[in-house]
């Protein structure tokens, strides 16, 4: 059975957490959409990372906000306690475009990201500076 459109609206409200962490630079914002032992995984280029998601949050401070980024937010797929999520991201930090999906649980009645897997688009690769 199809998810009600009202648990759609909760989980892309949840990934819009994280995405305006983005959007303005400030990893608190974006903390609200993660479980506290959610894990980071992903490549840019040939380099592979993995670690604890505090290492996206330090990465969100570190870069800050652009005027130029912009991103959406496309919710996959949905179950009653687990949904994948699609965040598009063009010109973070001004220069890197970049696909991440999201695994999202229903904990405590919340939606909260427990994995995160990025992949840097490959034409914004050399574009860095």
Known sequence: MRASLKEYQAV??????????????????????????A???????????????QNFFHDVDRVGSHPDFIGRVDVIALEETVAVVRVLEENWGGNADFTDY??????????????????QNSNTLTNQS
């Open 102 to 119: 999201l695994l999202m649980m229903k904990l405590t009645g919340e939606w909260r990201c427990v994995v995160q897997v990025y992949n």
């Open 39 to 53: 894990m980071v995984y992903g490549c840019s280029g040939s380099q592979f990372a993995c670690g604890p998601i």
């Open 12 to 37: 892309e409200a949840a990934a819009l957490k994280r995405l305006k962490g983005v959007t303005e630079g400030e990893s608190a914002i974006a903390r609200d959409a993660f479980s506290e032992e």
